[in-house]
């Protein structure tokens, strides 16, 4: 039973389950379009990195099972602006049901945002594991001595963001965003009127560049990109001009799902009360 194209587009990658293989190999579910930038990042850097872990199949190398489940950006951000946070959790959500019928084994929502819609997911849908993406980027904080980070993102994140900062402080990390609201506009038309469309501009980097060395001002030794388009811009060979080290979510998310799907890590290998990250 599939929704109608204006709720979400469904689309299925099954590995053949006949791999030769005897580890991983779990199905994946991933909640992506938001933007559908990232998520071709994610579904390629799933597969490559999974791929390498596991053993050699009978004539190719494996990949894991997928299911994906692409949703609107237009809609999503239009619930967004509106401060719809009822909307918007139900529009997403919707996401994680068609996943959740399809069977999958955990979910990987592709963006940090849409986060917000987990604690809807643990109400409903309580058996459904779910990797989050805060606990994967507080693990990254705690593998380099991190105890306060910055964090850049969306508007909606930064203002709010209890769906993330909730999760790190779980962590026992201290979290602080930029404190003129001026600059998380920005941050946020920068995501969704660049980033989103393939749109990377010298002057936008500089931008974020000078707000990750005012977190370091605020007294911060990392920065969260917490927006999975932001690491779009800072790629890794901007790393030398950032005043601060930067955990890179999308990044510390996809090799976390790979390790999971390849059977080299748990879920709960991220859980706050392990000392690493997830749920």
């Not at 404190?179 to 936008?204: H, N, P, V, W």
């Amino acid at each position: 039973r599939f929704r109608p194209a204006s709720a979400c587009t469904l689309v299925l990658w099954m590995a053949t389950p006949d791999t030769g293989t005897s580890v991983g190999l779990t199905k994946v579910g991933l909640l992506t379009g938001l933007s559908y930038v990232s998520g071709v990042d994610y579904y390629k850097g799933i597969n490559e990195q999974a791929s390498a872990l596991l053993p050699k199949g009978k004539h190719m190398k494996a990949n894991p099972p997928m299911v994906l489940v692409s949703l609107d950006c237009d809609q999503y951000v239009a619930y967004l602006e509106a401060r719809d946070d009822a909307g918007v959790a139900e529009y997403l959500f919707a996401g994680v049901e068609t996943l959740h019928a399809a069977n999958v084994d955990f979910v990987v929502i592709c963006s940090n945002t849409a986060h917000c819609v987990v604690p809807m997911v643990r109400q409903r849908l309580p058996s459904l594991p779910l990797l989050h993406i805060a606990d994967c980027s507080a693990s990254a904080c705690k593998e380099r001595g991190i105890t306060t980070v910055g964090l850049l993102g969306t508007e909606p994140t930064m203002r709010d963001g209890s769906w993330l900062k909730s999760c790190l402080g779980e962590h026992g990390l201290t979290v602080i965003v930029p404190t003129e609201q001026a600059s998380q506009r920005r941050c946020y038309d920068i995501i969704c009127q660049e980033l989103s469309f393939d749109i990377y501009k010298d002057e936008s980097r500089d931008f974020l560049l000078v707000l990750v060395a005012e977190m370091q001002a605020l007294g911060c030794q990392g920065v969260i990109l917490g927006c999975t388009e932001l690491e779009l811009l800072l790629t890794r060979e901007h790393e030398g001009r950032a005043a601060l080290p930067l955990i890179r979510s999308a990044a510390v998310h996809i090799t976390a799902a790979a390790r999971v799907l390849a059977g080299a890590a748990a879920l709960d290998d991220f859980s706050p009360s392990i000392g690493t990250s997830s749920s």
